[in-house]
Structure formats: structure tokens, C-alpha cells
């Protein structure tokens, strides 16, 4: 099938795609949220200024975790996480519901290591004189986290938080490795079949991600400008 047979056939694979676009959509947004969760708890641990063993084992923990994620190829992750722990542990993730929660579970602890650095330079964006003078008030740490700082601090964390999703979103390319049907792996079998339009048909696939991309990138320069309101 040359190139112009493959755009006279184009309608054929749009139901696939279209199946493989939710599914990354969904992993995506799931995994961004979880990681989210992940990355305040280990962005509040490292920015804690508490002398408390437990406090100061913790965060050897969540440091020792964001430098192992950032240090690795998240391939190398997808190959521990999917064939390596199952077998070192005795269970089977199609037992767990297949390839989508360990897509999640994956995606997640990644983007989880690069949300904690992104909370933290948040929280240390925030003057540090507010929260001088709330705990002086009397508010607890956690309160003057979740009144005076994470407020202020998502006004930094948003952009960036945007273009995580992004990397999340491209990320999700790589889950093909395990067979997940989404964008990438859709596009790889139908290519199996239909090798002599691999060039149209990646392009084609490449559309998908552009749109995703860019839509996030403009999103992005808009909240940025909307957050720069105000300021001096």
C-alpha cells in the first residue's frame, strides 16, 4: 500500500486510533494525578526543616527515589516494573488487571519523581518570611502549608505541571514495549500488515501526538500569563 492508497484508506484505522487516543488520554491523566499526590508528599518531606529521625529517614527515602527515577531511562523502569518485580515477588500483572495499571503504576512513580522537584522549587519560591510569621501565629506546619504556602506555590508549580503532562503524554509511547494498545502500539501493528505506507502512517500517528502536545503547550503559555498577572 503506497502512501496515496493509505490516505484513500485512512477512515479504515480512525476507529483504532481513536480507541488507542483514550486510552493514552486516560493513562496520561490517571497517572498525572497520582503522580501529583506522589509529589506533594515527597516535595512537603524534603522542604521539611524537622530534626526528627523518622523526618530525616524519610526524606534519604524520597531522595534516594527521585535520584533513582531521574537517573534511569524510564525504559529500564517499564522493564523492572512490568517483568521484573512480578517475577521477583511471585505475582502476574494480568492478575492485577494487565497492562494499564502497570502502565499507571510506571508512568506514575516517574512523574512523581519530576513532581516532587517541581513542588519543592514551588514551596521554595514562597518568601519564607510567610511562613516565619504564620508558624509565629501559631498555625501548625501543615496548616501554613495547605493556607499560606501550596496556594502561593501553585502559581509557580502550574506551567510546569502543564508540561509534565505533556512528557507524560509522549511517555506513554513507550508502554508499546509491554503491548499496551495505545497510539504507538496501534500504529506499529497496523504497520505489520501494511509496511509499504510506514512513512504516511507514522506521520499519521505523529498527528495525534502534535495535537495533544501543542494543545497542552498553548494551555500552558496561557495560565503562565494569567499567573503572571499581579506581579511585580
Known sequence: MNIISF???????VP???AAFRITIELAVISLIFATIVGIIVGLINTSKSKNIIMRFLRILCNVYINIIRGTPMLVQIL????????FLGFRWVDLGGMFPASVVVLTLNAGA????IVRAG???????QIEASRSLGLSYGKTMRRIVLPQALRTMLPSIINQFIISIKDTSL???IGLAELTNVAKTINANW?????ALYCYLACYYLIICLSLAQ???FVERKMSYGRD
Do not use: C, H
Not at 490516505?7 to 484505522?13: A, D, E, I, M
Not at 523492572?80 to 517475577?87: A, D, F, N, W
Open 123 to 129: 514551596i521554595e519560591a514562597v518568601d519564607p518570611g
Open 80 to 87: 523492572i516494573i512490568y517483568y521484573g518485580i512480578p517475577q
Open 16 to 18: 483504532r486510533f481513536l
Open 114 to 117: 519530576y513532581m516532587a522537584e
Open 195 to 199: 509496511s509499504s505506507a510506514t512513512l
Open 7 to 13: 490516505l484513500g484508506n485512512v477512515q479504515k484505522f
Open 175 to 177: 508502554m508499546s514495549t
Open 219 to 221: 494551555l500552558s503559555k
